[in-house]
């Protein structure tokens, strides 16, 4: 299919139709774990054409939602050293911490982000690739540059490959916080989480390119569950809700590949190579999720030195999330965003309170903007 065929509307009617004959009477609860996915799944109003009683909830698929406030405090800490500069993605910016800034005592109003540190002076910079943090870094010498990498198997490939070129080229004025997170432990522990019920899970295409569709095998074997690779198309997306609903009215609990066009069953070998060349597997702290073991990815021993938090003696220190604030909860799928008391009120894109209000990607932002 061509991009207007998978935009089709009567492609997309048609499709839904198919799964409303298909969906047993019973409720059925879909994840979908991309952020990705639930922006188009809001954009395109895809929620309004399934049956009453198949739900769509969104899962832990936007990094920037997942990151604990010990990080982002650090963050916050480490752009107060003199000659230091923040680089990072744009969803990054305005994601609030918890702590203080410790070092500007005389500020009236303590920064909560790397956006109003950036307000009050400090040198924080959005780029779009890690290479960038680089080239800046070669061209002002006399700087210490911090790259903030947070993303999962998608993004992580490209700050690997960043990271050995600093090596190659001796920059020894860039350092890395790595907040990278890997899908597959995070739905495994959703499988043996009490708090939600999730009968499929609609897969991530951008993960999946690189990791593959027959990742997934594990987790849909040993939790007879059925897993669908979903593109982010209207089409795309009906397509892998079918074949996830077909699976379950069949009782099968295999993986689905509904994005075949983009995801191969081995996905990109190079970008895992890669990666395992530079990263080692970790026990890392999800916001919402706790603490997953082997769900996060460290620098290994031989590019210790490029570890920012280390380089600079900033450790992460407990953080509670803010006051009534339940994005921990909408990461699990245990409720909708507007369920949480402070959607749409002391919550907004403009003053959120939360990161999943903040993100491109984040499912309250998708529930105000889309006013669903």
Request: net charge neutral; glycine share 10%; charged share 20%.
């Amino acid at each position: 299919m061509d991009l207007r065929e998978l935009r089709d509307g009567k492609n997309v009617r048609g499709l839904a139709h198919r799964i409303s004959e298909l969906c047993p009477p019973s409720t059925l609860a879909l994840m979908e774990v991309c952020g990705t996915h639930t922006m188009a799944i809001a954009r395109y109003g895809l929620r309004d054409l399934l049956p009453g009683n198949l739900r769509l909830i969104s899962g832990p698929g936007c990094p920037v939602c997942v990151t604990p406030n010990a990080l982002i405090d650090a963050v916050i800490e480490l752009s107060t050293c003199p000659g230091t500069v923040i680089t990072t993605f744009g969803d990054m910016m305005r994601v609030p911490g918890s702590e203080l800034d410790r070092r500007s005592a005389q500020s009236a109003r303590s920064a909560r982000s790397l956006e109003e540190r950036r307000a009050g002076g400090a040198d924080v910079r959005v780029v779009y690739s890690p290479h960038e943090t680089l080239r800046m870094a070669e061209d002002e010498a006399g700087k210490n540059f911090i790259f903030v990498s947070v993303g999962f198997e998608t993004t992580t490939p490209g700050t690997a490959l960043c990271v050995l070129e600093a090596a190659q080229r001796g920059i020894s004025n860039v350092h890395f916080i790595t907040a990278n997170r890997l899908v597959i432990p995070a739905l495994t522990h959703l499988c043996e989480s009490k708090d939600t019920r999730i009968d499929g899970f609609l897969l991530p295409g951008h993960v999946s390119v690189v990791i593959g569709s027959d990742a997934y095998s594990p987790v849909a074997e040993k939790y007879k569950i059925p897993c669908v690779v979903a593109g982010f198309e209207p089409v795309d997306i009906l397509m892998a809700v079918y074949e996830t609903v077909r699976m379950i009215t069949a009782g099968e609990h295999s993986v689905g590949n509904a994005y075949s066009r983009a995801v191969a069953p081995a996905g990109n070998t190079k970008a895992l190579e890669v990666m395992r060349r530079v990263f080692t597997e970790v026990d890392a702290a999800w916001r919402g999720l706790g603490e997953i073991p082997a769900s996060g990815l460290a620098l290994r021993d031989e590019f210790a030195g490029y570890n920012a938090l280390k380089k600079f003696g900033v450790e992460l220190r407990e953080a509670k999330d803010p006051a009534g604030c339940r994005c921990g909860d909408v990461l699990k799928g245990v409720i909708l965003p507007p369920e949480c008391k402070l959607f749409g009120t002391r919550c907004t894109p403009v003053n959120p309170v939360g990161p999943c209000m903040v993100s491109s990607e984040g499912s309250c932002a998708a529930y105000y903007k889309y006013g669903l």
